[in-house]
């Protein structure tokens, strides 16, 4: 495995909650990161997590309703995400911050609706 491999995407109405995990390609001290991208939008980043996993920060947009974490043992990476909104809906993807484009999966998809 080279790849993140992303999951747990899924259609919710809004104000629902997803739970998407991340398994990295390899053990690692990176920083991980959660980034998603609507349609016909760019990539944005959406929260960061240092390693061991007590450095966390967030996007803007995520206005205390999303929680990142990260299981050491696991090589894995999780986003809680509460109360969503329709602007959430994108394709949710993980990589470390300091981007490695050949690690990039195929996402997990989030739809939300209104």
């Known amino acids: 495995q080279v790849q993140f491999v992303e999951s747990g995407g899924g259609v919710v109405q809004a104000g629902g909650s997803l739970k998407l995990s991340c398994a990295a390609p390899?053990?690692?001290?990176?920083?991980i990161a959660w980034y998603r991208q609507a349609p016909g939008k760019q990539r944005e980043l959406v929260a960061r997590?240092?390693?061991?996993?007590?450095?966390?920060l967030y996007a803007v947009f995520v206005k205390g309703r999303f929680t990142i974490s990260r299981d050491n043992a696991k090589n894995t990476a999780y986003l809680q995400m509460n109360n969503l909104e329709p602007d959430d809906t994108a394709v949710y993807y993980c990589?470390?911050?300091?981007?490695?484009?050949?690690?990039w999966g195929q996402g997990t998809l989030v739809t939300v609706s209104s």
């Open positions: 997590i240092s390693f061991p996993g007590v450095t966390k």
């Open positions: 390899r053990s690692s001290t990176n920083t």
């Open positions: 990589n470390w911050l300091q981007v490695d484009s050949d690690a």
